[in-house]
């Protein structure tokens, strides 16, 4: 009798929970437990996973929907859901507010039960092919570092929440039929991401399917049970808030955003150092679905024990998962089929398809069932073919392999979930403070989904209770978005303010009227970099006496520009400079952060009767996936030029020029927007799981007279 034979049978998914556990504490070094460490969320996606929830725990307790989040976004917002801050988690830690510390996050506590719940049923799934409970669990390891899961940590929490497919995977395959466990499946996949419960729908019905087929139900009996369970899954739905929208869920990027061919032997230059990488083209990062070098090699072993015995016992009930596989398969290519960094060829797809492939626009990540189906028959195979020693040192050698080659991705994936938070803007002045206590809400001007400024203003909004009408959602309805347009416009134009609002304009034409027909109790300027208009601020008793003055005061010193190259390197004057759409500043310079970002300088009087030349001094992101970026180039909302970057010209100075009379109309002040048209995160462009969206890294810039 071996050791492993003597562990009693209860300990056995304790086991497999501790080993998700311990990869999770060497994967990510465990700090991201800490529930007020928040800094690693604050940039990109997981910002607003993080504000989604900051704002939700303080709406109204009993408000339907119960995922409802009136005042993040307010008219453009919606739900809980939209801000993929994982409604499951937001649910369940709601009630506790109360309890909790004001700086609050739960999404290192949802990364670790993935973690232990991906190792748990990937050991209750293999354990149904064989008894010998330690293969079972060496071969769930593979599962826990499957660089498709990983892969989402850093961009999208909620989707690292796979483990929901391998459950589903787990109840088809059991022979046991249980309709309550399915349900519960459902209504928790339904609380934390659409695609997700997609995807558990279509193998819950292929369940119900093959246990018809094998006469374990009957026909009225499984109708009953399509029929309860989409309207379980609708009616919780509905009290999460995901027909708020009512319209607006449906996106354009199918075909685009697909699984490329090669996308199983793809490592994207980052899961192996073994194997090369395959080149891509741009969207194809959201099918990304590298098997890892260890589970190539079983399935080497695996077709090698098919040689030995072609016929396989497969029987009836792998028919259907084995259909829905392909069909899974066929749809994440999408109609547009690529083959490395080439399009094959593409078909139009029936005009009844539209609905389905709008809303689910990201096919490539309906190739995970397919997946981790593959993970299941190869380890099939292994361990029906081979003898259970064989098989687990099999499996054994090929984890360590594995694991020794992904070595490249962990220190990425450390890095990711260890960064320090980037500043979205420069809101360092204490004014700020009393505006926070003094309004009620903050209003944009006008409002647009993921405008320029949004994260440091939503911050604010948030430390300080505030609702607000801008945010970054994952849809948003664009009838409603453009009907709070316009009735601000038209507020704005008639001159009336709400006086429990602080108004920060975006819209030039909106600021001019608006600050030059001000109340004698209002107040308009600039506080650091941001047009702000504070209505009956004047006559506030409860303010600090200076708050209305500094605003004035701080209208352009910030800004001044006398001559020479600034330089954005920390602790340089050139920061100073940078209003939103920058990261942190790094030794070399300052990388963008996002598809826009904002420079201010204001030149001196004389300088308004000469032309002058813009020098930007800076690198692009670019790789070999996406080698090309091209930056427009605005100053006061004039198109000037478009810089263009390529990967043999990846860096250099490039050159603007200013004729005289944008510098005479707007009082010498400037306002530099690049708008890069190119911008992506590493991770989508395969070079790392860095997930900062980049474009310009900017090292020194220089406005000189001509």
């Keep these: 009798m071996t050791a492993w034979t003597k562990i009693p049978l209860p300990l056995w998914p304790f086991l497999s929970i501790m080993c998700g556990l311990i990869a999770f504490m060497l994967i990510t070094g465990g700090h991201i437990l800490w529930p007020q460490n928040v800094g690693w969320l604050m940039d990109g996606d997981p910002a607003t996973h993080l504000l989604g929830w900051e704002f939700f725990r303080h709406s109204p307790f009993w408000q ?78 593979f599962f826990i570092v499957a660089p498709i899961g990983l892969f989402r940590l850093g961009v999208h929490y909620a989707l690292f929440g796979q483990w929901v497919i391998i459950a589903a995977l787990y109840y088809y395959c059991d022979g046991r039929s249980l309709a309550r466990r399915w349900g519960i499946l459902l209504i928790v996949t339904s609380l934390i991401h659409a695609y997700l419960l997609a995807m558990v729908l279509a193998i819950w019905l292929m369940d119900i399917v093959q246990r018809r087929w094998l006469k374990q139900r009957t026909t009225a009996r499984s109708l009953v049970h399509i029929i309860s369970g989409f309207a379980l899954v609708a009616f919780v739905m509905w009290a999460a808030g995901y027909f708020m929208l009512k319209s607006g869920v ?80 066929i749809f994440a290519l999408s109609d547009h089929i690529a083959i490395g960094s080439s399009e094959a060829f593409q078909y139009a797809l029936p005009t009844f398809t539209r609905p389905l492939t709008d809303t689910f626009r990201v096919s490539g990540r309906f190739i995970w069932p397919a997946y981790y189906a593959l993970y299941l028959g190869i380890f099939y195979l292994i361990f029906k073919r081979l003898k259970p020693q064989h098989a687990l040192i099999a499996c054994a050698a090929m984890f360590v392999v594995q694991t020794v080659d992904m070595s490249k991705a962990w220190p990425n994936l450390r890095e990711v979930l260890s960064r320090a938070p980037a500043p979205g803007s420069l809101l360092e002045s204490p004014v700020w403070k009393d505006l926070g206590a003094h309004y009620k809400k903050i209003i944009y001007v006008l409002p647009v989904n993921s405008a320029p400024q949004w994260r440091p203003l939503t911050e604010l909004a948030a430390a300080h209770q505030m609702a ?44 001019t009227l608006a600050a030059n027909r001000l109340a004698p109790s209002d107040v308009a300027g600039v506080l650091d970099g941001y047009r702000v208009l504070a209505p009956g601020l004047n006559d506030c008793k409860t303010c600090v006496p200076t708050t209305a003055s500094r605003i004035v005061a701080e209208k352009n010193s910030t800004y001044d ?74 100053v006061n909302r004039h198109l000037l030029a478009t810089m263009k970057f390529e990967l043999n010209v990846a860096s250099g100075t490039q050159s603007i020029s200013i004729p005289k009379q944008l510098i005479k109309d707007a009082g010498a002040q400037l306002s530099i927007l690049l708008k890069f048209k190119d911008a992506i995160s590493p991770a989508d462009a395969g070079a790392s799981s860095d997930a900062r969206k980049l474009a310009l890294g900017i090292k020194t810039l220089e406005i000189r007279p001509d």
């Design 64 to 141: 339907w929907p119960i995922g409802a989040n009136p005042d993040y976004g307010m008219e453009i917002g919606s739900s809980v859901v939209f801000t993929d801050s994982i409604p499951l988690m937001a649910f369940i830690f709601k009630p506790l507010g109360f309890l909790l510390p004001e700086t609050f996050q739960y999404i290192g506590i949802w990364i670790a039960l993935c973690f232990s719940l991906q190792a748990y049923f990937a050991w209750k799934l293999l354990s149904l092919l064989t008894e010998h409970k330690l293969l079972s669990l060496v071969g769930s390891l």
């Design 250 to 329: 449906q996106s354009t990027g199918f075909g685009f955003y697909r699984m490329n061919l090669l996308a199983f032997i793809d490592t994207d230059n980052v899961w192996s150092r073994m194997l090369p990488d395959q080149p891509g083209l741009g969207g194809d990062y959201e099918g990304a679905s590298y098997l890892g070098t260890g589970m190539l090699g079983l399935a080497v072993v695996a077709l090698g024990t098919l040689l030995t015995k072609i016929k396989t016992p497969w029987g009836l009930r792998a028919l259907p998962l084995v259909i829905l596989s392909v069909l899974l398969f």
């Design 468 to 511: 607000i009408n801008i945010g970054y959602f994952a849809r948003v309805n664009p009838d409603i978005e453009k009907a709070a347009r316009e009735t601000l416009i038209a507020s704005v134009s008639a001159n009336e303010f709400q006086k429990d609002a602080l108004y920060v304009f975006e819209n030039d034409f909106l600021w």
């Design 561 to 634: 520009y006398a001559s020479g190259p600034v330089r954005f390197a920390p602790g340089e004057k050139g920061l100073a400079y940078l209003v939103y759409g920058w990261g942190t500043a790094e030794n070399w310079g300052t990388w963008s952060s996002g598809n826009s970002a904002l420079i201010r300088m204001n030149l001196p009087p004389a300088s308004m009767d000469r032309d002058h030349t813009l020098f930007i001094e800076g690198n692009a992101f670019l790789s070999a996936k996406h080698p090309v970026q091209n930056v427009e180039v605005l």
